[in-house]
């Protein structure tokens, strides 16, 4: 084979790439569907707004299954493989869309935050390569909406954490309103463990850190009465107890 081949492009390099990388190709569908069925939840011109929340997380979970079988190809039955498993950022998220699949719909725009950013980020950052298999200079405005979404991407992934975080006391509120069963937090909470203990993500595990200094900040402001500081301290020693210890 020439060394100097130039790669194949346009519509035969892209069946030739949808042939060596059907799994990320698939990734790259789930997530637009995902993207897709959003879009149509907020603006609900087609069906029922509470099925498409529904097929949004299903689409979800589909690609967090799907990035977890990448990523652990050889399924073992051991607590080994099941240990390394649960370090994954796509099992966290299959768990989180199958806690809210049993949900009833509820602050569901709150819910389905973190979704839509990660499908946005990866949809976003799988097109560009698509693009590149058209041709360098295919679709430029495109391109220009890819390169925005990627200088961005920092604060997406900051508005995630936070998210996920301020959802631990809606799923409290979900069980007293009836909308969820007492299992839900309880859930959410190991959720919220295994996103603060991600090798590969540390941002949630960052905003803890930085809402905790802000708190502890407001409990010893000299305005702060006794009162609340002592509220929010054991606030914080609570949410301490709570949380793993990671090295």
């Known amino acids: 084979m020439d060394g100097n081949a130039q790669p194949v492009t346009g519509l035969e390099g892209l069946k030739q790439h949808v042939k060596a990388n059907r799994i990320d190709v698939a990734l790259w569908c789930t997530r ?3 993207l897709a069925f959003l879009f149509f939840y907020i603006i609900p011109i087609f069906g029922n707004p509470y099925n498409t929340y529904y097929k949004a997380l299903a689409a979800s979970a589909a690609t967090s299954a799907l990035r977890l079988h990448q990523r652990q190809p050889c399924f073992r039955l051991n607590m080994q493989f099941i240990a390394s498993m649960l370090m994954e950022d796509s099992c966290h998220y299959l768990v989180y869309s199958m806690i809210f699949f049993y949900v009833a719909p509820f602050t569901c725009s709150v819910v389905l935050i973190p979704i839509f950013c990660f499908s946005l980020i ?3 950052s799988y097109s560009l390569r698509i693009l590149d298999v ?9 391109r220009l909406l ?12 900051n508005l995630i954490a936070i998210t996920e975080i301020m959802l631990m006391p809606f799923c409290v509120t979900l069980v007293f309103t009836g909308r969820a069963s007492f299992l839900t937090p309880f859930m959410y909470h190991q959720f ?3 996103r603060y203990k991600s090798q590969r ?3 949630t ?12 900040f407001l409990a010893n402001h000299q305005k702060t009465p006794a009162f609340l500081r002592q509220l929010i301290i054991s606030g914080i020693d609570l949410v301490c107890w709570l ?3 990671v090295v």
Do not use: C, D
């Open 32 to 34: 637009g569907l995902t």
């Open 122 to 124: 990866h949809f976003a």
């Open 134 to 142: 058209l041709g360098p200079n295919s679709l430029w405005l495109a």
């Open 146 to 157: 890819i390169s925005l979404i990627e200088l961005n991407a920092r604060k997406i992934l």
């Open 192 to 194: 919220l463990v295994m």
């Open 201 to 203: 993500n540390p941002s």
């Open 205 to 216: 595990r960052q905003k803890f850190a930085e809402l905790r200094q802000s708190a502890l």
């Open 243 to 245: 949380g793993p210890t």
